[in-house]
């Protein structure tokens, strides 16, 4: 058995094949020689969206403004929808 670390991107993808057909997770990590816990976090993490390309990584500048900017901006321009950026 591996980590989910060690798994390649083939059996990540078997795994998230064999479980989205309907395999049950003992089935999937018998059919992949994996932990049921690396089955559980790979479909999991396919599933809610945070596999994504591994040499995207961090490039570009950083965003001019954070999470709770942006959603204080949001509250601003509800309340006032024709007031200007100071």
Do not use: H
């Not at 591996?2 to 018998?30: C, H, P, W, Y």
């Not at 403004?65 to 509800?78: A, M, N, S, W």
């Amino acid at each position: 058995m591996q980590k989910r670390s060690d798994l390649s991107d083939v059996q990540k993808g078997m795994i998230i094949g064999f479980r989205a057909k309907g395999g049950s997770i003992s089935e999937t990590a018998n059919f992949v020689n994996c932990s049921r816990a690396a089955a559980v976090k790979v479909y999991r993490a396919w599933q809610y969206g945070t596999i994504q390309n591994q040499r995207r990584g961090t490039c570009g500048a950083p965003r001019a403004i954070d999470y709770r900017g942006e959603r204080r901006l949001r509250r601003c321009v509800r309340a006032n929808r024709r007031a200007t950026v100071e």
